[in-house]
């Protein structure tokens, strides 16, 4: 069995201290980078993340390995409006957040259509179960 | 309180593998939640200077609303997750965006860097004067 440390601080030499409440409440909880354009919707690389399923063009859900304590955690995104689709703004939106998954829309235009698009990356911030 | 003083953190199985208890009974990779690079930067400044960064070693003017973000440490492939977000200017908002691995161009993502998309609301590529981004995955 591997080792276990219990601690409330750790210390470097020279660059400083921190609290392990930084380190526990400071890590992402869970990230994707999704390609939205394929046939079947698949996450390229992502860390707590489950599954990927597609609703419909442009809408789909993220589910986690290990839930969320609550659902008041934080979703920040990132999207590519230059693929296929160039010349429109447009973004990546999470739209409901559950304790076992948060669901997204990538949309674009001046009407927010949901559309398929080849980089949609999420980052969760807050409390595991 | 206890605390430890050390330089290192290092997994006794495998080097980059520490647990961390971050829920209740829940644990998760200390690597894995970890931002491998983050920045704030303004792109109406010459050569798109950071404010404050981590892991970038450089900065270039690509385009208008196109920053060449590089890393000092590269990622281990270019699959990495960006996130990020922009300050919304007195006449019109703003959205940060990346361009992807699928893009047939030299802004192409890559494991060494990757190029923003940022755009305003009508769809056109713009300089922004503050957005900030965080980047998470493997570190070569």
Same mark, same amino acid.
């Given at each position: ?24 409440? @400071? ?84 009407? @927010? ?8 990356? @999420? ?7 | ?23 209740? &009974? ?40 196109? &920053? ?36 047939? &161009? ?35």
């Amino acid at each position: 069995m591997a080792g276990k440390l219990i601690a409330d601080q750790i210390e470097h030499s020279t660059a400083g201290s921190l609290d392990t409440s930084y380190v526990v409440n @400071g890590s992402a909880k869970a990230w994707f980078n999704a390609n939205c354009n394929a046939t079947t919707y698949v996450n390229r690389d992502s860390f707590n993340i489950s599954s990927i399923l597609e609703a419909s063009g442009g809408d789909f859900r993220e589910s986690y390995t290990s839930n969320m304590d609550n659902t008041n955690y934080s979703v920040t995104t990132s999207y590519d409006l230059h693929n296929i689709f160039g010349g429109s703004n447009g973004g990546l939106q999470a739209e409901e957040f559950l304790t076992a998954s948060a669901d997204y829309r990538a949309w674009y235009g001046t009407g @927010g259509a949901s559309r398929d698009t080849d980089i949609c990356c @999420g980052q969760i911030m807050g409390d595991l179960a | 309180m206890s605390e430890i003083k050390v330089d290192t953190l290092t997994g006794k199985t495998t080097a980059k593998t520490v647990t961390v208890t971050v829920g209740a &009974t829940a644990t998760q990779s200390l690597e894995q939640g970890l931002a491998k690079s983050w920045a704030s930067i303004d792109q109406t400044s010459t050569d798109h200077p950071v404010y404050d960064s981590f892991n970038v070693s450089a900065t270039a003017d690509i385009a208008t609303g196109v &920053t060449k973000i590089t890393f000092v440490n590269a990622m281990n492939n270019a699959l990495y997750g960006t996130t990020g977000g922009t300050q919304t200017e007195a006449t019109s908002a703003a959205y940060f965006g990346t361009y992807g691995v699928n893009t047939s &161009t030299s802004r192409q993502m890559t494991a060494a860097h990757f190029h923003t998309s940022n755009r305003n609301t009508s769809g056109t590529d713009k300089d922004i004067i503050y957005f900030a981004f965080a980047v998470h995955g493997d570190i070569a």
